[in-house]
């Protein structure tokens, strides 16, 4: 079955970077959409990058320049680059995808900005 594995998450100071991770495996990777979905305490969960299997990126505004999705198809693996983080990206990081209709979610993981 579809299961998808995040890592990375962490404590970081305003203005750091953090890199995380996810692990894809039960499905063809190479072929599907990935995002990156994140959710704050008391916040709906809100799509933050987006990356298609022909390698196009899609950034949610409030990340975009900061921010850096990537794949590697032989790894069956995504990415989230993350620069100049801000207090307010402070939030559950998941990774997404959509296989024959279903909707997949990792379990995700914690990024804490602050000083």
């Known amino acids: 079955q579809v299961q998808l594995v995040e890592s990375g998450g962490g404590l970081v100071q305003p203005g750091g970077s953090l890199k995380l991770s996810c692990a894809a495996s039960?499905?063809?990777?190479?072929?599907?959409?990935m995002s990156w979905y994140r959710q704050a305490p008391g916040k709906e969960r809100e799509m933050v990058a987006l990356?298609?299997?022909?390698?196009?990126?899609i950034y949610a505004d409030s990340v975009k320049a900061r921010f850096t999705v990537s794949r590697d198809n032989a790894k069956n693996t995504v990415y989230l680059q993350m620069n100049s983080l801000k207090p307010e990206d402070t939030a559950v990081y998941y990774c997404?995808?959509?296989?024959?209709?279903?909707?997949?979610w990792g379990q995700g993981t914690q990024v804490t900005v602050s000083s």
């Open positions: 997404h995808t959509v296989v024959q209709g279903g909707n997949h």
């Open positions: 039960g499905f063809t990777f190479r072929s599907y959409v």
């Open positions: 990356i298609v299997s022909a390698g196009t990126t």
